[in-house]
């Protein structure tokens, strides 16, 4: 559910992304929402990606935007002074 269309969610425990966001920082809040309503059972949350079961196609546009958010999910996750030194000493 998006947060857009104020739902108020107070039994959830399942939390489907649809549409992927290009900000993870966007869909964490998402999830973080059913989280912070006290939520005592155990979350799931579920990020559908389309395949090529040919095989013709080896990465899907889902299946490249979902190694990217994470890449940025690791790369916001490291601190700022770690990513600079990094950088020079490469």
């Known amino acids: 559910m998006y947060s857009e269309h104020k739902v108020t969610i107070t039994e ?3 939390v489907i992304h649809y549409g992927r966001w290009w900000n993870p920082a966007v869909e964490a809040q998402a999830t973080d929402r059913v989280y912070r309503i006290g939520q005592e059972r155990d979350v799931r949350v579920y990020l559908p990606t389309l395949k090529d079961p040919s095989g013709r196609i080896s990465n899907s546009f889902d299946e490249r935007l979902h190694r990217l ?3 940025k999910s690791t790369l916001a996750s490291v601190p700022k ?10």
């Open 12 to 14: 959830a425990n399942h």
């Open 69 to 71: 958010l994470e890449q």
């Open 81 to 90: 002074w770690e990513r600079d030194w990094t950088r020079t000493a490469a």
